[in-house]
């Protein structure tokens, strides 16, 4: 995780953005208007604070959705030292099952959709195929 102030900003984040070592950035500035077209020149951007409640607020929920992402791309990937260990193509059946039944069981809002365009968006941020993909099925 990163934390930028506004006006150095657009400087340093043309330097480091593409690193793979930053995940998120939040900028905390006083004119969130200002900054807002960086949103948009970088995607690994979270959001823009001007208040240190909000920042935290917005970081704790950012640190969740990570630990969440990495319990979820961890389970089957784990060296586990059991007599039956699961090959590749059998873990990948299994997310497939269990993406396709958690899907099958969500309301299927406008919102809902929305939350996970959003999310889907926030995880290929850095790969311009799948984020084409997602807007042609938007």
């Known amino acids: 995780f990163l934390i930028l102030s506004g006006s150095p900003a657009d400087e340093i984040l043309n330097e480091i953005h593409n690193l793979s070592q930053i995940d998120s950035?939040?900028?905390f500035?006083?004119?969130?208007?200002?900054y807002e077209h960086l949103l948009v020149k970088y995607s690994k951007i979270i959001d823009i604070s001007t208040k240190q409640d909000e920042l935290k607020l917005i970081?704790?929920?950012?640190?969740?959705?990570?630990?969440k992402q990495t319990a979820l791309f961890?389970?089957?990937?784990?060296?586990q030292k059991s007599t039956r260990q699961l090959?590749?193509?059998?873990a990948e059946f299994l997310w497939l099952q269990l993406a396709k039944e958690i899907i099958m069981k969500m309301k299927h809002?406008?919102?809902?959709?929305?939350?996970?365009?959003?999310?889907c968006r926030q995880y290929y941020r850095n790969n311009q195929t799948e984020l084409n993909n997602i807007n042609l099925f938007e």
């Open 25 to 27: 950035i939040f900028l």
């Open 29 to 34: 500035c006083m004119n969130r208007l200002k």
């Open 59 to 67: 970081i704790h929920k950012q640190i969740k959705l990570v630990e």
């Open 74 to 79: 961890t389970f089957y990937n784990s060296d």
């Open 87 to 90: 090959s590749h193509q059998s």
């Open 109 to 119: 809002t406008k919102e809902s959709q929305d939350d996970m365009l959003k999310k």
